[in-house]
């Protein structure tokens, strides 16, 4: 009785010890199938104080739920290697921001709560599966044409 305890005791060690091999840890998921990202951005500043924003999406662009713009104004010197902290965020469905019904092009024109000659920018997209993590774009500077010179910035939108 107690040889057969220790056999059946042993096996279980045994399978535990050769079930371990191999990878280790939670299995992560693969992402890329269901997944957009952006290409091409730019943002225009119009006279009246209006941004408009547009671009293109990459990947799975059909995937794409809202997106989130976020605006700093820049008040004195523009300064590059700072911490972006966003003073007006704008959400907007992506359903409501595509140029064409089949088309991975969207524009959305927003009216910013602080009025400035010059922003920071990035957009935040959020996919329709919500495991899958936001897209978030690089940072982007707006502004007047006179704030560009002013700032000694080469020309819009860099």
Known sequence: MFRTFCSAVLSLLAFAALSACGLKGAPHPDFSRDAFGFGQLSAVLAVDGAVTVSGDLTGQFQNADYFVLQMQPVEGELCTGCPFVPQDQYRFDASDAWESENGSKFSVVYLPIFPAQLYRWR????????????????????????AFIEQGLPAQGR
């Open 123 to 146: 957009i935040v997209g959020h996919n329709v599966y919500s495991g899958i993590p936001a897209v978030v774009s690089d940072i982007a500077v707006v502004g007047t044409e006179s």
